[in-house]
């Protein structure tokens, strides 16, 4: 008794260690990116950092296009995979036939577990060469390829997310909305939809925030060209982005260096701009859900 | 304020009596189903039948006596209740051979996901047990008592959701029965069954009282009436009424107990 | 609800537009849908088509088991193969006593208070950093703070933290999603909480789980940032000895040859790109067979 009871104690007290473990990581990463990353603000002068040339061999460490890059193709990105991902969403969890909903959940999940490294690859072996054939641009690597391939890749994000948030709508709603008369399409967008808003929203900050995030597709289709996106024509020229140039550069830059320093600090702005985005998508779903616990009692 | 028990009356004052409960209050932190200074005496060898309208406080009741409660967001217990003697509230109690010493059967066939046979050994192997032997004697002896032994003795490794709702319940009571409690707790043990299988239920409960302490809620007054040795009337959290079993549904002394065992409210 | 959903649908506006014209409505409605839906799918089966048949004609025996010369202009990519194993083998050993742990604990011990609130938060964090800014962190942290140089150690550390918060989500959905009975069933037999965990709770969360761990693996093998600083070489033409060693894997790689290495032979790049395909795609098969085939066995 006493030694099953010892067995118990430990391994109970093993499990709460784990579960404080994410709050350990976090904090971690947090320490680490500063640790490499404060001493930037220190070494540069902050205006430096607010104007429009990104060109660390001289000194110039004006982060304003690398944001412009990523914002740039981020804008792009979302505004090709939002409508489409919530329509497919809609259309796996409202209209397909049981048949097609089980060849199509999968075939997304495909998608999503498809690495970046190899979503480049497609674009600049297919996607560029195209993109400069058919619109007669000097070259394939743009942020609109950027923008085209990173949608791909937020989508089944999206999809997923949102599909389970539609799926979570009790069908009363639907049966009600049926039984007034209404047809199956004005149901959706009236009744369906909107019940599943939130979860939907939360779909959509989280395929953004995957967007924002993503490096190697990026870093090999954009062209990787510092320049700060002035307009829309910018979409069809090469951009850089934050995540481009953290990885792209780290692996040349000394250790300690003013530009080490510097690509920490993009870093953290990364990690703040990640926080953001994800908590404001889960405060979203939290207060959702109390909304419709209380209703729902 | 702590009631004294109601006394049983002089022709039972030779019963042995397996559990005394004194001033049994409970409340949940929503403040539903709570009790109210409960005092009863639960006798051995007996069918003490728990009856009245939802939300009296049985299921409370049952829950306490084997600590189920401490599951539930219970905030404040006071009172005691006394299983031979020894308060089953005291926090120095070991829960844990409390409730091998209290069996329970839940309301819903609750059947684990495992074979026939597994459920029932399931609660030896929480205990350590391990000798095969004594494991297919226990898997036979608890069938038998719940009378199901007939209808499953040759699929004992089949998975238990293959059973009926009745069968499962019935499998449910063996699984109670294997590891030889004394006390057997009860929650609306028939409730969704069939009749065919209600009558098995009570059948083995007559059966089994010959050796157990039974305290039963029961899903229906007709069954209270059917089964009771002793039987007590809770109404809002408190207990009304408490006597030996015709009685009580014959010639109740208080007029909310008359007006439910005839129908006027429930 | 009922007010709301009259005030849309409008009694007047329905009854005045007929019905054949909300039908035809609807008719355009689905089929734009179902165009978007195809519009989603079809690229991932041209992709998958298209780097098959490019591909395959590359994958030899010498191919899967050569070490790489000339540059890795050619011979094998054996110890990309390898290094994407350990790297998946070290990320999982860490991970998913981690995750399933943390995950055993918010869904069967954690208690509903500002603690627990506060892990949330931070899972939800984790689970969306970049995934270079992980590569940052574990250059930071394992490579240069703990001295273990770019090895395997640093990569599989770095990958384990990165895949963790998907564990921790994916098993305690499959944790919760064990009916409650069962436990307060074990408990009422006399069972301890750690009892019914493990005998009862975690057997039939284990698909789910095993589900979510495999879709996590399968992220982490495909990840490249997370192992440009930490672990990855450019050209190694040796096997890794130690975790203590650098090591090539077949992101990494992939994306070197596609971009660094002039006159890279296509077909080899081709190959490259089949192999890592086909084990991403092989861990998303089996997850998926492990869960409908769970979900045709489940006995509740």
Not at chain 2, 1 to 29: C, F, Q, T, W
Not at chain 2, 61 to 74: C, E, F, G, S
Not at chain 2, 148 to 171: C, F, I, N, T, Y
Not at chain 3, 157 to 167: G, Q, S
Request: proline share 5%.
């Amino acid at each position: 008794m006493r030694a099953r009871n010892f067995g118990e104690v430990l391994i109970t007290a093993l499990i709460k260690a784990t579960g404080y473990s994410a709050i350990v990581f976090v904090t971690m990463i947090f320490i680490f990116l500063l640790r490499e990353g404060s001493p930037a603000l220190t070494e540069v002068k902050f205006s430096n950092f607010f104007q429009l040339r990104w060109y660390p061999i001289e000194d110039y460490f004006g982060i304003l296009p690398l944001i412009g890059g990523s914002l740039l193709v981020t804008l792009g990105a979302a505004l090709f995979a939002v409508p489409l991902g919530i329509a497919s969403a809609v259309f796996i969890a409202e209209i397909a036939p049981r048949w097609a909903r089980e060849v199509l959940k999968p075939l997304v999940e495909v998608l999503g577990g498809l690495p970046s490294v190899m979503l480049g690859f497609i674009g600049i072996l297919i996607i560029a060469p195209a993109m400069r054939t058919l619109l007669n641009i000097p070259t394939g690597l743009t942020a609109f390829t950027g923008a085209l391939l990173l949608g791909g890749m937020a989508i089944p994000t999206i999809v997923s997310v949102a599909e389970d948030a539609l799926d979570a709508v009790p069908n009363t709603y639907r049966d009600a909305s049926l039984a007034m008369g209404a047809t199956r399409w004005q149901t959706i967008w009236r009744v369906t939809l909107p019940a599943a808003r939130s979860g939907v929203l939360t779909a959509v900050m989280l395929g953004i925030g995957r967007a924002i995030g993503e490096t190697m597709t990026v870093m090999m289709v954009t062209g990787n060209a510092p320049v700060f996106p002035t307009g829309l024509s910018n979409l069809f020229k090469p951009v850089r982005t934050m995540t481009a140039t953290i990885a792209a550069e780290m692996g040349e830059v000394a250790n300690g260096s003013v530009h080490y320093h510097v690509l920490f600090y993009i870093g953290i702005v990364l990690f703040v701009i990640s926080l953001i985005v994800n908590l404001t998508a889960a405060s979203v779903v939290f207060r959702q859900r109390k909304r419709a616990e209380r209703i729902l009692s | 304020m702590v009631n004294a028990a109601p006394a049983l009356p002089v022709d039972h004052a030779d019963r042995v009596i397996k559990i005394k409960i004194e001033g049994l209050s409970v409340s949940y932190s929503d403040g539903t189903e709570s009790l109210s200074g409960i005092s009863l005496l639960i006798p051995d060898r007996a069918i003490t039948v728990l009856f009245g309208p939802a939300g009296g406080g049985k299921s409370t009741l049952l829950r306490t006596i084997n600590r189920l409660n401490d599951l539930a967001d219970v905030v404040e217990v006071r009172g005691r209740v006394l299983l031979d003697g020894e308060d089953v509230l005291s926090p120095k109690t070991d829960v844990i051979s409390l409730r091998r010493k209290v069996g329970m059967v839940f309301a819903r066939p609750v059947v684990l996901p495992m074979s026939i046979r597994r459920n029932l050994t399931y609660g030896l192997e929480l205990s350590g047990d391990r000798d095969e032997t004594s494991m297919d004697e226990a898997v036979e002896r608890s069938l038998r008592a719940a009378a199901l032994w007939d209808e499953v003795q040759d699929r004992l490794d089949e998975p238990a959701v293959s059973l009926s709702g009745g069968q499962q319940q019935r499998l449910c009571l063996a699984r109670a029965l294997v590891l030889q409690p004394e006390v057997i707790l009860l929650d609306e043990p028939t409730s969704g069954l069939d009749p065919i299988s209600t009558g098995k239920v009570e059948t083995s409960l007559t059966q089994l009282k010959q050796d157990y302490t039974i305290v039963l809620v029961p899903h229906s007054v007709q069954q209270a009436a059917r089964t009771a040795d002793y039987a007590a009337f809770f109404l809002g959290g408190e207990l009304i009424e408490y006597s030996p079993g015709r009685q009580i549904f014959t010639n109740p002394t208080d007029q909310r107990t008359e007006d439910y065992v005839e129908g006027r409210f429930g | 609800m009922t007010a709301d959903m009259n005030a849309s649908l409008g009694p007047q506006k329905t009854a005045g537009v007929s019905a054949s014209r909300r039908k035809r409505i609807e008719r355009l409605g689905f089929a734009g849908m179902s165009l978007a839906a195809l519009l989603t799918v079809a690229p991932i089966v041209l992709i998958v088509v298209h780097i098959y048949s490019n591909g395959l004609p590359a994958i030899s025996w010498e191919f899967l088991t050569a070490i790489p010369r000339d540059g890795m202009r050619a011979g094998g990519i054996l110890p990309a193969i390898v290094g994407t194993f350990w790297l998946t083998l070290g990320t999982a050993v860490i991970a998913v006593p981690l995750g399933v742990g943390a995950a055993i604990y918010l869904a069967e011990y954690a208690a509903d208070n500002r603690w627990t609130r506060t892990i949330r938060i931070a899972i939800i964090n984790l689970a969306g950093i970049p995934s270079v800014v992980y590569g940052l962190f574990g250059l930071g942290l394992f490579v240069l703070f703990l001295q273990f140089g770019t090895s395997l150690l640093a990569g599989s550390l770095t990958l384990a933290i990165m895949t963790i918060p998907v564990i921790i989500s994916t098993a305690e959905e499959a944790l919760r999603a064990v009916p409650n009975s069962f436990r307060v069933v074990s408990v009422s037999l006399g069972g301890t909480q750690w009892q019914t965990i493990r005998k009862v709770v975690l057997p039939q969360a284990l698909p789910g789980i095993l589900t979510g761990v495999i879709l996590g693996l399968e992220r982490a093998a495909g990840e490249t940032a997370p192992i440009l600083f930490t672990v990855a070489a450019f050209f190694l033409p040796r096997l890794p000895h130690s975790i203590f060693d650098a090591s090539m894997a077949l992101p990494y790689h992939l994306f070197v040859i596609s971009t660094q290495v002039p006159g890279m032979p296509i077909r080899i790049q081709y190959g490259t790109a089949v192999v890592l395909l086909t084990f991403v795609l092989g861990m998303n098969v089996i997850a998926t067979i492990i869960r409908s085939r769970a979900r045709a066995r489940r006995q509740w």
